[in-house]
C-alpha cells in the first residue's frame, strides 16, 4: 500500500496487511512450537491447557469450542487427547447434568510450563534479533486488538 494511501480501499489494504503478518507470524510460531512438543501433541493441546491457566478451570467443553471457535466435536477431540495423556480431567457439571467441567491437573500444569521452557533457546534467538523494547512497544496493541476481536466474536 503506498504511504499516506486513504479511504476505505486503503484501509482494507492495511487492516488486511496487518492481518496477514498475523497470519505469517501464526504458522511460523507454530511450527515451530510443534517441533518443541512431544509426539502426538499440538498446539491446539498446548492452547487449550495455556486458556485453562490463563482464565481458570471449569470451563465447558462448548465454552472451550467457543472460545477457540472451533465446533464441539473438534473440541471434545482435543480435550480426549488431553485426558488420555492425564493432562486435564472431565468431571459432571454440578449446574448442567448433560455437560462437564473441564479441569487442568497438575501434570497439565508442569506440561504446559515445560512446553514454555523448551522453547527458551529459541525466544533468546527471536530476543537477539528483535529488541525487547520493540515488544514492549506493541504487546500493548496487539493485547487490545486481542481484546476487540474477542468481543466481536462473543457479540
Do not use: C, W
Not at 503506498?2 to 496477514?20: K, V
Not at 504458522?27 to 491447557?49: K, W
Not at 486435564?88 to 497439565?108: F, I, W
Amino acid at each position: 500500500m503506498a504511504e499516506g494511501e486513504r479511504g476505505e480501499a486503503g484501509d482494507t489494504a492495511l487492516y488486511f496487511e496487518l492481518f496477514n503478518e498475523i497470519g505469517i507470524l501464526a504458522q511460523l510460531s507454530r511450527a515451530l512450537f510443534e517441533t518443541r512438543l512431544p509426539e502426538g501433541l499440538t498446539v491446539p493441546h498446548f492452547s487449550v491447557l495455556n486458556h485453562l491457566v490463563r482464565l481458570g478451570d471449569g470451563a465447558t467443553p462448548l465454552a472451550l469450542a467457543r472460545a477457540f471457535q472451533v465446533p464441539k466435536t473438534t473440541m471434545t477431540h482435543t480435550l480426549s487427547g488431553l485426558e488420555a495423556r492425564g493432562l486435564v480431567e472431565l468431571a459432571p457439571n454440578p449446574r448442567d447434568g448433560r455437560s462437564k467441567l473441564v479441569r487442568l491437573t497438575p501434570a497439565g500444569r508442569r506440561f504446559r510450563d515445560d512446553a514454555i521452557a523448551s522453547l527458551a533457546d529459541d525466544l533468546a534467538e527471536v530476543r537477539r534479533r528483535f529488541p525487547r523494547a520493540a515488544v514492549e512497544r506493541i504487546l500493548p496493541d496487539l493485547a487490545t486488538l486481542r481484546a476487540e476481536m474477542d468481543r466481536m466474536r462473543d457479540a
